[in-house]
């Protein structure tokens, strides 16, 4: 048997039907929806009488125009908004489809909802009309984003036509440095291979560095390889994968057979050792440094101790204008420090960095610290589960006494569909994945960074290396 990759068996796996050389019809394990990419597509069925044909592989989630000021009923102010909140109520009652609705107390995030409830296992095809559907690749489960019209299909037929996908393999060995995360790790490869550098590819995740990483740090690593064009990320499952999912699923399988028949499964999901892959980065991980975005694309990103670029530096007029513009939008000058950048908002969340080991990172940073005079800084707890956790552990308490709004869960400031929206020219500290202009607000000013990156920023009131933050606290 040819040798395959851990991708090909996944799709093999799930194959109804060939359609051509490049095209096949995909059966999908799990749909998320969320409430801006489904109402057409519900319209759709309903125009041709048609129900959703498996309502139980199908969950929904209220999570990107939800407001997160606190208190104990939340509200959607926004007609438009409050509409597409009340239609997806709607329809998954009518299509007896679970909901997270706006205020169950398990709502957030769908890609931090989905996994810490058990829904995403090894070896499962996971689909969502949102583009970071590639989280899921962490469990060794192919995730990726659809659009709306697929999403009916989806909803009618439990199954997708499906373009097949090139194949490239990135190692990590070596070990991350102190003070360097998961964030910092993708956000060097981004840089390196650039915002197109994997379009086309599903991208497999190998090396000691990934092995060492967590689960959560996994979920950041293929939930951001999309900015670069990806259309899928994943990691071989490995023991602390199978043990994340049984903590959160104890019951899969049923019965001892069926859960030995999974478990035995799991472990056949690895490229085999021959595989070939179209296309192969190797990086050391023990050479990346925190990183910080400076323009307006996750792939204009450079050590936090480095200098905004020229752009007379650049190799061709193309990038030469790319760069001129980022730096016209971000307000900053070629040659200038990256640290020191001073920053009016810190803003730590999102389904990148919205998880329980994101805000102890941020905890450990701010005890005893206070957030620097004229800086907001917000923590938006990905989902209801990790709120709780946070405030069971005593990290909200960190986080307040410091100075930290803390917010109920959900999207926020990640992307200004909802009431947390940065205004013009503000510069904002971020854990999110896209620094796109307006992505924030029209004029706001983004630069992603890992969450303790993020802390840093907001108790010195700049861009700062969080490595001389600690060390000169030590």
């Known amino acids: 048997m040819t040798p395959r990759t851990l991708y090909q068996k996944l799709v093999d796996s799930h194959t109804v039907a060939s359609i051509d050389d490049d095209n096949v019809l995909l059966y999908c394990d799990l749909h998320l929806m969320n409430e801006y990419t489904s109402p057409q597509a519900f319209a759709g069925l309903h125009e041709q009488a ?44 009518r299509h007896a489809i679970p909901l997270f609705d706006t205020n169950d107390t398990l709502q957030g995030i769908e890609h ?36 709306t019209s697929e999403v009916e299909h989806v909803l009618a037929t439990q199954a997708l036509v499906y373009r097949m996908a090139k194949t490239m393999r990135i190692r990590v060995d070596g070990r991350l440095p102190p003070g360097t995360t998961a964030k910092d790790l993708i956000l060097r490869i981004i840089g390196a291979i650039g915002a197109q550098g994997a379009r086309g590819y599903v991208v497999e995740y190998c090396g ?62 690895h490229s085999d050792a021959d595989a070939q892959f179209d296309m192969e980065y190797v990086f050391d991980a023990s050479q990346v440094e925190p990183h910080v975005t400076w323009g307006t694309s996750p ?20 990038q030469q204008r790319s760069v001129e513009r980022a730096l016209a939008y971000t307000q900053l000058q070629p040659g200038a420090a990256l640290a020191g950048t001073p ?29 620097a005079t004229g800086v907001r800084a917000m923590v938006v707890p990905g989902s209801g589960a990790v709120k709780a956790q946070a405030e069971r552990e005593g990290l909200a308490d960190i ?16 992307l200004a569909m909802n009431d947390d929206v940065l205004a013009d020219g503000v510069r904002c500290a971020s854990t999110t994945n896209r620094n796109f202009e307006g992505r924030q607000g029209r004029g706001a000013i983004t630069h992603l960074m890992s969450p303790a990156m993020a802390a840093a920023a907001a108790i010195t009131g700049a861009i700062t290396d969080v490595r001389k933050l600690e060390l000169s606290h030590a």
């Open 50 to 93: 048609r129900g959703v044909l498996v309502p139980g592989q199908n969950v929904a989630v209220v999570s990107h125009i939800i407001p997160t000021h606190p208190g104990a009923i939340r509200v959607i102010a926004d007609p438009a908004s409050a509409l597409q909140a009340t239609n997806l109520h709607a329809n998954c009652e």
């Open 208 to 269: 000691s560095a990934i092995r060492d990483l967590s689960i959560e740090a996994r979920f950041t690593l293929c939930n951001m390889t999309v900015e670069a064009a990806a259309r899928g990320a994943l990691i071989a499952p490995d023991e602390a994968a199978i043990d994340y999912v049984l903590r959160r699923a104890p019951d899969i399988g049923g019965d001892g057979a069926q859960r030995d028949a999974a478990l035995q499964y799991w472990q056949t999901l």
């Open 299 to 318: 792939d204009q990103v450079l050590p936090v101790s480095a200098q905004v670029p020229f752009p007379e530096d650049q190799i061709d007029e193309a």
């Open 112 to 147: 931090v909802v989905a996994p810490e409830h058990g829904m995403i296992r090894p070896g499962m095809v996971v689909i969502c009309g949102d583009s970071h559907t590639t989280t899921y690749g962490a469990l060794g489960a192919l995730g990726f984003g659809i659009g």
């Open 399 to 414: 986080l307040t006494a410091a100075g930290f709004e803390w917010r109920q869960p959900g999207c926020s400031m990640c």
């Open 343 to 371: 920053i009016q908002h810190v803003f730590i969340g999102s389904c990148t960095n919205g998880r329980i080991e994101d805000l102890r990172a941020v905890a450990s940073v701010v005890r005893g610290k206070t957030v």
